[in-house]
């Protein structure tokens, strides 16, 4: 199981596979303590595989996805659902969240909505947008059948399909395996011991031994859930998972104490029986720690995760550590010296990740009191994400009144995340201690906490204002709820105002089924013509079933060894030495080589500038690679390359983010204008100029850069097996750094666990290093980044800064319009001018703006180099626009036939349509006055509603890059294999391509397979990128099956009642060629900088999407409500999966504008480096009604069978939930007393949308000293 990748998994949320699950027997004799909290003989966990160490899992039984269904036999119904619904597109995620809902279904057959949802809620995708997994699990819970119906009839499909689902039957579930059963029961248990190369692991068989061996190890940490632990400790790990002290709880009068070993799952169903069974004044301590509880991480960190090995983390974001302390709580911490009972408050906490416990001591238990008469406790925390995220700040607050009165007798107040452990706020406690609990007493305890609770402006995880203000306005709902408390209790009378009592509502967050509308299929088309149709993709069943096989999913050959990178630790620095002498000496060391041992070219050129493939001498960014290290294991790879050691000498003059000052640009750069810009300044009624930033974007694909290169032995024949969607600029770049021809390079891509554009130029670079290590030691060689190496040295989306100044007439109209772009490209230009084009190009969007000026360079800085992301600069180009349009839009649309500012003349009508379509199916008009009545009636929740329009060019501008080829083979049986140069990354298209080529031959799609991309079959590919994979791929297809359909006519007009197999099986005794190639050239695209005109697009998609958010101005966390979306994709060739591409594009849209966020330390080093530190969308972030609607009546005549590209579009569309959260912010301004324009910078986190409101308490913090902050402001 080492060797299983399954199991050796290395990111909690992002992993194929990463969720397994397990099943634990209870020992009969054990049973008495057991059955008390593990109902039946066998418990079922879902747990992440990446944190579950093997030697943990003795006595256990551990299912993977493949030991559920397989496609070979027998499909479970968890495995057949997600892929009925469409619920997969890349795939990769798709196991996780099999297991994560069978697990659930194991323990209960029939759940709830709610629980589905909050399974989930420990699992990312970064491709669906969650809502078609959402809805394919839906169909377990008890209450279905309305809403199947409601789908089906939505999506155009008769109940048939959901009617044949396979039933869900318990009985026929797997059985815990006998022989552990045995062990259990038989085996004599003794002390456990494994020792691995670096690690000893003792799993002792009682309390006696542990504390014994705590007394021989001190340092040795105690393994308990394994969540906090870091795996490279070379001290001997303890584990006492199997003493019966972990199961152990108890109720008694004066409170309830929990074994420290118990999981937070265990903890939270105990408290959430005690709540039940208490009478509730006894329970506010109890209650406060299950809210928080409910928030702690995900379900699967929670199964195993303990409550002592949250308390002994000390983690100052723990969310348990501030309720335990404030609720009076203790523990009993034991060693071979006695057990000591010690309060778990300010004292307990001695610095970041250090209590008061000595060495060879363990926290045995944890006792929580029973709260008493007139006592309330809260507990609260705000995190970057609602679910699944430490918290920014938390709080648990108790407050005890004299009996009878709000008079009050004692308090605490604790925090988490505004120090290096959990903080009491004793002086703010003093001011309220004795005086009545009312709002002058608080406002002096505000006084005393800005006072108190402080953090410099360098603090550790920045956000300082925004922390601070936290702790203020975590305390004001706290009051509400103690005046809310006192008054249900007769305590005190009157009535709080009723919008006041909005800062202690939750956010709504049911999710509703949601509503896909497309255009059925022509009356009269065949049956078996799947175009048109919602056909499943292709390879969802092997997603579902982990049969689907990913580059590194490829066994292990023969003499295999695996490469490591060593990067750079300086933004700009030369090299004076590279000493690889200690790691060249370490176990299984083979390789260690750099730029100086590259045989043939040792740089790509992109847009005609050199990138270097190794550093040469100089440094330019932090992650920049330096030197490669080739060993027989990935393990040993790694540690020698942490042994290579570079000395550097600092460079001067490292530009972050002051490029634009310093001028520092890659050329060319690019302007644009049309009318007369000077002119119309002058005669415009108003002008308005500012500057906004939006911040870059981490493409989160959930496979890592991955490749394998297996020297052939022979003639320097090289093959490359690679996540790329470039495979020929793969080939190439190999050819070129080992200076060979390119025909003996070949490039194979099965399918790739998302790219998103991630996986062009990188992808490259990193084969080419891969392939010369694959050269030197004549071995396969494999390379696969981790996450925290993929985010360092593959860059991300081009942060960008946009300078504008706006005219506008009184009545709305906009004359005119000046905006700079200026893009981060990092340290190398990669796309970057490309990226700067694109943004000139869509600086319209959708409006006609006569005078119009736009100006983009791409900044040179020493931060890693910038590539494409989906969308290629669009999502960030009509960002101003937008922005000065504000609730002008309408009146600014393109309205008639018309020239685009580079002269491409277009008919604005489907955009029309589509406007006004989805104002109406949105109700805009009438809820834009319910919002408005909501804001009127709360002061701490506001409401913002937003329509945004999008008008997107299709195409490379570059008219080369449209052509396309493909090869199709029929075999004798009538089998079909197609090739083409498209790669599948999740967006269907070898489910499309297989939808054409049946339509063109004739035949069941089932004839049709595509097995991989590969140079060899099909050579000089384009990338897979701007939206046009199925346009030009289908349309080379299409050639190749027309050529083949033609020649077969003669046998088919000879036996016309004959069968496909029948007329092949001729045709090859006739001597007619089965195989045909095809080509498609592509429109003459181009674009003319000098004379600023061109027609760089085939085509244009359009599209709008209203969405309406509600906003916590406390806090800044915000709920999209509803989004309606009306894409035009022309004809659509598979709806269901276009409807996932709009869907899943928008939710990384969400992601980009309001929640995902780069940090760079002031050095440039990437602190956001895995899901830890960046967040991206997850199941609690998908707006709780989202409607998609395909416009009808549309066709194109530049696309295949009429339709429209799709893949990247709707990136755009997610900046309707940031200008909803826009207005929402504006209305809290209002109720603030600021009026006027403000400036809201994306992503509009928390952080930001809250400091905008300007409520009291962000306004009572003062402004910092200028020291220098945490992190850079970007771009
Ligand atoms: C993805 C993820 C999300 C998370 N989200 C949250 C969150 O939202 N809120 C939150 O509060 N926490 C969160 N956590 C932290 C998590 O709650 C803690 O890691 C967990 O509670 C630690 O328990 P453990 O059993 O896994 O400890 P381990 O990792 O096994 O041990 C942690 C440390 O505690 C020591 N230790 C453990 N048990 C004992 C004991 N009985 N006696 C003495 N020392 C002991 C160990 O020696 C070790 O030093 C998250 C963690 C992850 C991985
Ligand atoms: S399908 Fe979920 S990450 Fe690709």
């Given at each position: 199981?080492?060797?299983?990748?399954?199991?050796?998994?290395?990111?909690?949320?992002?992993?194929?596979?990463?969720?397994?699950?397990?099943?634990?027997?209870?020992?009969?004799?054990?049973?008495?303590?057991?059955?008390?909290?593990?109902?039946?003989?066998?418990?079922?966990?879902?747990?992440?595989?990446?944190?579950?160490?093997?030697?943990?899992?003795?006595?256990?039984?551990?299912?993977?996805?493949?030991?559920?269904?397989?496609?070979?036999?027998?499909?479970?119904?968890?495995?057949?659902?997600?892929?009925?619904?469409?619920?997969?597109?890349?795939?990769?995620?798709?196991?996780?969240?099999?297991?994560?809902?069978?697990?659930?279904?194991?323990?209960?057959?029939?759940?709830?909505?709610?629980?589905?949802?909050?399974?989930?809620?420990?699992?990312?995708?970064?491709?669906?947008?969650?809502?078609?997994?959402?809805?394919?699990?839906?169909?377990?819970?008890?209450?279905?059948?309305?809403?199947?119906?409601?789908?089906?009839?939505?999506?155009?499909?008769?109940?048939?399909?959901?009617?044949?689902?396979?039933?869900?039957?318990?009985?026929?579930?797997?059985?815990?395996?006998?022989?552990?059963?045995?062990?259990?029961?038989?085996?004599?248990?003794?002390?456990?011991?494994?020792?691995?190369?670096?690690?000893?692991?003792?799993?002792?068989?009682?309390?006696?031994?542990?504390?014994?061996?705590?007394?021989?190890?001190?340092?040795?940490?105690?393994?308990?859930?394994?969540?906090?632990?870091?795996?490279?400790?070379?001290?001997?790990?303890?584990?006492?998972?199997?003493?019966?002290?972990?199961?152990?709880?108890?109720?008694?009068?004066?409170?309830?104490?929990?074994?420290?070993?118990?999981?937070?799952?265990?903890?939270?169903?105990?408290?959430?029986?005690?709540?039940?069974?208490?009478?509730?004044?006894?329970?506010?301590?109890?209650?406060?720690?299950?809210?928080?509880?409910?928030?702690?991480?995900?379900?699967?960190?929670?199964?195993?995760?303990?409550?002592?090995?949250?308390?002994?983390?000390?983690?100052?974001?723990?969310?348990?550590?501030?309720?335990?302390?404030?609720?009076?709580?203790?523990?009993?911490?034991?060693?071979?010296?006695?057990?000591?009972?010690?309060?778990?408050?300010?004292?307990?906490?001695?610095?970041?990740?250090?209590?008061?416990?000595?060495?060879?001591?363990?926290?045995?238990?944890?006792?929580?009191?029973?709260?008493?008469?007139?006592?309330?406790?809260?507990?609260?925390?705000?995190?970057?994400?609602?679910?699944?995220?430490?918290?920014?700040?938390?709080?648990?607050?108790?407050?005890?009144?004299?009996?009878?009165?709000?008079?009050?007798?004692?308090?605490?107040?604790?925090?988490?995340?505004?120090?290096?452990?959990?903080?009491?706020?004793?002086?703010?406690?003093?001011?309220?201690?004795?005086?009545?609990?009312?709002?002058?007493?608080?406002?002096?305890?505000?006084?005393?906490?800005?006072?108190?609770?402080?953090?410099?402006?360098?603090?550790?995880?920045?956000?300082?204002?925004?922390?601070?203000?936290?702790?203020?306005?975590?305390?004001?709902?706290?009051?509400?709820?103690?005046?809310?408390?006192?008054?249900?209790?007769?305590?005190?009378?009157?009535?709080?105002?009723?919008?006041?009592?909005?800062?202690?509502?939750?956010?709504?967050?049911?999710?509703?089924?949601?509503?896909?509308?497309?255009?059925?299929?022509?009356?009269?088309?065949?049956?078996?013509?799947?175009?048109?149709?919602?056909?499943?993709?292709?390879?969802?069943?092997?997603?579902?079933?982990?049969?689907?096989?990913?580059?590194?999913?490829?066994?292990?050959?023969?003499?295999?060894?695996?490469?490591?990178?060593?990067?750079?630790?300086?933004?700009?620095?030369?090299?004076?030495?590279?000493?690889?002498?200690?790691?060249?000496?370490?176990?299984?060391?083979?390789?260690?080589?750099?730029?100086?041992?590259?045989?043939?070219?040792?740089?790509?050129?992109?847009?005609?500038?050199?990138?270097?493939?190794?550093?040469?001498?100089?440094?330019?960014?932090?992650?920049?690679?330096?030197?490669?290290?080739?060993?027989?294991?990935?393990?040993?790879?790694?540690?020698?390359?942490?042994?290579?050691?570079?000395?550097?000498?600092?460079?001067?003059?490292?530009?972050?983010?002051?490029?634009?000052?310093?001028?520092?640009?890659?050329?060319?750069?690019?302007?644009?204008?049309?009318?007369?810009?000077?002119?119309?300044?002058?005669?415009?009624?108003?002008?308005?100029?500012?500057?906004?930033?939006?911040g870059g974007q981490e493409h989160f694909y959930m496979e890592t850069q991955s490749m394998?290169?297996?020297?052939?032995?022979?003639?320097?024949?090289?093959?490359?097996?690679?996540?790329?969607?470039?495979?020929?600029?793969?080939?190439?770049?190999?050819?070129?750094?080992?200076?060979?021809?390119?025909?003996?390079?070949?490039?194979?891509?099965?399918?790739?666990?998302?790219?998103?554009?991630?996986?062009?130029?990188?992808?490259?670079?990193?084969?080419?290093?891969?392939?010369?290590?694959?050269?030197?030691?004549?071995?396969?060689?494999?390379?696969?980044?981790?996450?925290?190496?993929?985010?360092?040295?593959?860059?991300?989306?081009?942060?960008?800064?946009?300078?504008?100044?706006?005219?506008?007439?009184?009545?709305?109209?906009?004359?005119?319009?000046?905006?700079?772009?200026?893009?981060?490209?990092?340290?190398?230009?990669?796309?970057?001018?490309?990226?700067?084009?694109?943004?000139?190009?869509?600086?319209?969007?959708?409006?006609?703006?006569?005078?119009?000026?736009?100006?983009?360079?791409?900044?040179?800085?020493?931060?890693?180099?910038?590539?494409?992301?989906?969308?290629?600069?669009?999502?960030?180009?009509?960002?101003?626009?937008?922005?000065?349009?504000?609730?002008?839009?309408?009146?600014?649309?393109?309205?008639?036939?018309?020239?685009?500012?580079?002269?491409?003349?277009?008919?604005?009508?489907?955009?029309?349509?589509?406007?006004?379509?989805?104002?109406?199916?949105?109700?805009?008009?009438?809820?834009?006055?319910?919002?408005?009545?909501?804001?009127?009636?709360?002061?701490?929740?506001?409401?913002?509603?937003?329509?945004?329009?999008?008008?997107?060019?299709?195409?490379?501008?570059?008219?080369?890059?449209?052509?396309?080829?493909a090869l199709v083979h029929i075999y004798k049986d009538g089998s079909v294999l197609v090739?083409?140069?498209?790669?599948?990354?999740?967006?269907?298209?070898?489910?499309?391509?297989?939808?054409?080529?049946?339509?063109?031959?004739?035949?069941?799609?089932?004839?049709?397979?595509?097995?991989?991309?590969?140079?060899?079959?099909?050579?000089?590919?384009?990338?897979?990128?701007?939206?046009?994979?199925?346009?030009?791929?289908?349309?080379?297809?299409?050639?190749?099956?027309?050529?083949?359909?033609?020649?077969?006519?003669?046998?088919?007009?000879?036996?016309?009642?004959?069968?496909?197999?029948?007329?092949?099986?001729?045709?090859?005794?006739?001597?007619?060629?089965?195989?045909?190639?095809?080509?498609?050239?592509?429109?003459?695209?181009?674009?003319?900088?000098?004379?600023?005109?061109?027609?760089?697009?085939?085509?244009?998609?359009?599209?709008?999407?209203?969405?309406?958010?509600?906003?916590?101005?406390?806090?800044?966390?915000?709920?999209?409500?509803?989004?309606?979306?009306?894409?035009?994709?022309?004809?659509?060739?598979?709806?269901?999966?276009?409807?996932?591409?709009?869907?899943?594009?928008?939710?990384?849209?969400?992601?980009?504008?309001?929640?995902?966020?780069?940090?760079?330390?002031?050095?440039?080093?990437?602190?956001?480096?895995?899901?830890?530190?960046?967040?991206?969308?997850?199941?609690?972030?998908?707006?709780?009604?989202?409607?998609?609607?395909?416009?009808?009546?549309?066709?194109?005549?530049?696309?295949?069978?009429?339709?429209?590209?799709?893949?990247?579009?709707?990136?755009?569309?997610?900046?309707?939930?940031?200008?909803?959260?826009?207005?929402?912010?504006?209305?809290?301004?209002?109720?603030?007393?600021?009026?006027?324009?403000?400036?809201?910078?994306?992503?509009?986190?928390?952080?930001?949308?809250?400091?905008?409101?300007?409520?009291?308490?962000?306004?009572?913090?003062?402004?910092?000293?200028?020291?220098?902050?945490?992190?850079?402001?970007?771009?």
């Amino acid at each position: 199981t080492q060797e299983d990748k399954r199991v050796r998994c290395v990111c909690v949320e992002s992993l194929k596979e990463g969720i397994f699950h397990y099943s634990l027997y209870h020992q009969p004799r054990r049973r008495a303590v057991s059955e008390l909290w593990f109902p039946s003989l066998c418990s079922h966990f879902s747990v992440n595989a990446c944190l579950m160490p093997v030697c943990q899992l003795h006595g256990a039984a551990v299912t993977t996805v493949e030991g559920i269904g397989s496609t070979k036999t027998r499909l479970h119904p968890v495995q057949e659902r997600i892929a009925k619904a469409h619920g997969s597109q890349c795939g990769f995620c798709t196991p996780g969240m099999v297991m994560s809902i069978y697990t659930l279904l194991r323990n209960k057959p029939q759940p709830t909505m709610e629980e589905i949802r909050e399974t989930l809620g420990g699992n990312l995708c970064r491709c669906t947008g969650y809502r078609p997994i959402i809805d394919g699990y839906r169909t377990f819970c008890e209450v279905i059948s309305s809403f199947i119906s409601g789908f089906l009839h939505a999506v155009g499909e008769s109940l048939e399909p959901f009617q044949k689902l396979l039933p869900l039957d318990p009985t026929q579930e797997l059985i815990f395996p006998p022989e552990l059963i045995r062990m259990a029961e038989l085996e004599e248990r003794a002390t456990q011991t494994f020792r691995g190369e670096r690690m000893t692991w003792i799993s002792p068989i009682s309390l006696d031994e542990l504390l014994q061996l705590k007394s021989q190890h001190p340092q040795a940490p105690v393994v308990m859930g394994n969540t906090n632990l870091g795996r490279e400790d070379d001290q001997p790990n303890l584990h006492q998972s199997r003493i019966s002290a972990r199961l152990c709880v108890c109720v008694c009068v004066a409170g309830v104490c929990i074994g420290a070993g118990s999981s937070l799952s265990t903890v939270r169903s105990v408290l959430e029986k005690c709540v039940c069974s208490l009478p509730a004044e006894h329970t506010q301590t109890l209650a406060a720690l299950l809210e928080q509880l409910s928030h702690v991480a995900g379900e699967q960190i929670r199964n195993v995760a303990t409550l002592g090995g949250n308390v002994a983390s000390a983690y100052p974001n723990s969310d348990l550590n501030p309720v335990l302390a404030a609720g009076r709580c203790s523990v009993v911490l034991q060693s071979r010296e006695g057990k000591r009972e010690v309060p778990l408050d300010k004292d307990f906490f001695v610095g970041f990740g250090k209590t008061v416990l000595k060495p060879d001591e363990i926290v045995l238990s944890v006792f929580i009191p029973v709260s008493r008469k007139g006592e309330v406790v809260r507990a609260f925390r705000h995190a970057p994400r609602k679910e699944n995220a430490l918290a920014t700040v938390n709080a648990g607050l108790r407050v005890w009144f004299e009996e009878g009165s709000n008079v009050v007798k004692e308090m605490s107040v604790y925090y988490g995340g505004v120090g290096p452990c959990t903080v009491s706020a004793e002086r703010t406690v003093q001011q309220v201690i004795g005086r009545p609990w009312n709002e002058a007493t608080l406002s002096d305890a505000y006084r005393a906490l800005v006072d108190e609770v402080t953090l410099g402006a360098s603090a550790p995880g920045g956000k300082v204002m925004f922390r601070r203000s936290l702790t203020l306005s975590l305390l004001f709902r706290f009051y509400l709820h103690v005046l809310q408390h006192l008054k249900d209790t007769n305590v005190c009378e009157g009535e709080i105002p009723s919008e006041q009592l909005s800062a202690v509502e939750r956010l709504p967050n049911i999710i509703q089924p949601s509503y896909h509308e497309f255009q059925d299929v022509p009356s009269g088309q065949s049956e078996q013509d799947p175009v048109g149709r919602a056909v499943q993709h292709q390879a969802a069943l092997s997603h579902a079933t982990g049969e689907a096989v990913y580059c590194d999913d490829f066994p292990r050959t023969q003499g295999e060894l695996f490469l490591s990178v060593v990067t750079s630790a300086r933004a700009h620095a030369r090299i004076t030495h590279i000493d690889v002498s200690r790691a060249l000496s370490m176990p299984g060391v083979v390789d260690v080589f750099t730029a100086d041992d590259i045989p043939g070219k040792k740089f790509r050129s992109f847009t005609g500038i050199d990138e270097e493939i190794l550093a040469q001498g100089e440094v330019t960014c932090v992650g920049q690679m330096v030197c490669a290290v080739v060993a027989d294991t990935k393990p040993h790879a790694k540690l020698a390359s942490a042994a290579v050691k570079v000395h550097y000498e600092d460079l001067p003059d490292r530009i972050f983010t002051e490029a634009v000052e310093k001028r520092s640009f890659f050329l060319p750069q690019r302007e644009i204008q049309r009318g007369d810009v000077t002119k119309a300044f002058q005669e415009a009624d108003h002008i308005y100029e500012g500057e906004i930033r939006l911040g870059g974007q981490e493409h989160f694909y959930m496979e890592t850069q991955s490749m394998l290169v297996i020297p052939l032995g022979e003639e320097k024949e090289m093959k490359v097996y690679a996540s790329t969607q470039h495979p020929t600029m793969v080939q190439e770049a190999v050819a070129e750094t080992l200076g060979i021809p390119s025909s003996r390079v070949s490039c194979h891509v099965k399918r790739i666990g998302g790219a998103f554009g991630g996986k062009l130029s990188k992808t490259s670079i990193l084969a080419s290093i891969t392939a010369l290590a694959a050269w030197r030691s004549e071995r396969p060689v494999r390379c696969v980044l981790d996450r925290g190496e993929d985010m360092l040295i593959t860059g991300a989306r081009h942060p960008v800064l946009g300078k504008y100044k706006v005219g506008f007439m009184s009545d709305g109209r906009i004359t005119a319009a000046d905006v700079r772009y200026y893009a981060n490209a990092g340290h190398t230009p990669d796309d970057s001018v490309l990226v700067i084009e694109k943004i000139l190009l869509h600086m319209d969007n959708a409006y006609n703006i006569l005078n119009l000026r736009g100006q983009s360079a791409a900044c040179k800085t020493n931060l890693p180099s910038n590539t494409a992301f989906r969308g290629f600069g669009v999502p960030q180009t009509p960002w101003c626009s937008a922005v000065h349009c504000g609730c002008i839009r309408e009146k600014n649309l393109y309205k008639e036939t018309s020239l685009t500012h580079y002269k491409m003349e277009f008919d604005p009508e489907v955009l029309l349509r589509c406007w006004e379509e989805c104002k109406e199916r949105s109700e805009l008009d009438r809820r834009r006055l319910d919002v408005a009545r909501f804001n009127q009636q709360n002061r701490w929740k506001k409401r913002g509603i937003a329509l945004i329009p999008l008008k997107y060019g299709v195409g490379f501008a570059e008219g080369f890059l449209n052509q396309a080829a493909a090869l199709v083979h029929i075999y004798k049986d009538g089998s079909v294999l197609v090739s083409h140069g498209g790669t599948e990354m999740g967006q269907g298209i070898h489910t499309k391509v297989q939808q054409v080529a049946s339509r063109e031959l004739d035949v069941p799609l089932s004839m049709i397979h595509i097995s991989e991309t590969s140079t060899s079959s099909v050579p000089n590919t384009c990338p897979s990128a701007a939206s046009i994979g199925t346009d030009v791929n289908g349309m080379a297809v299409k050639d190749a099956c027309q050529t083949l359909y033609k020649s077969l006519e003669p046998i088919r007009k000879q036996d016309p009642n004959g069968t496909w197999q029948s007329w092949v099986a001729k045709a090859f005794l006739e001597r007619i060629s089965l195989s045909a190639t095809g080509f498609y050239r592509g429109h003459d695209l181009y674009m003319d900088w000098v004379k600023q005109e061109g027609r760089p697009y085939a085509y244009f998609t359009y599209s709008a999407c209203c969405s309406e958010v509600e906003l916590d101005c406390l806090t800044g966390e915000y709920r999209t409500v509803r989004t309606d979306l009306v894409a035009d994709i022309g004809r659509s060739i598979n709806p269901a999966i276009d409807i996932g591409q709009i869907e899943g594009a928008f939710m990384q849209g969400l992601g980009l504008y309001t929640m995902e966020e780069l940090k760079f330390s002031p050095s440039g080093v990437l602190y956001t480096r895995g899901p830890g530190q960046y967040k991206i969308p997850a199941v609690c972030d998908v707006p709780l009604q989202f409607n998609v609607y395909l416009l009808s009546g549309s066709h194109n005549p530049h696309a295949i069978y009429s339709s429209k590209g799709v893949g990247e579009p709707t990136v755009f569309l997610g900046c309707s939930v940031f200008f909803a959260l826009k207005e929402a912010v504006a209305a809290a301004r209002s109720d603030a007393g600021l009026s006027g324009p403000f400036t809201l910078h994306s992503p509009a986190t928390p952080e930001r949308a809250c400091i905008a409101c300007g409520t009291r308490f962000t306004q009572m913090i003062p402004e910092t000293e200028t020291a220098q902050p945490w992190a850079l402001e970007l771009p």
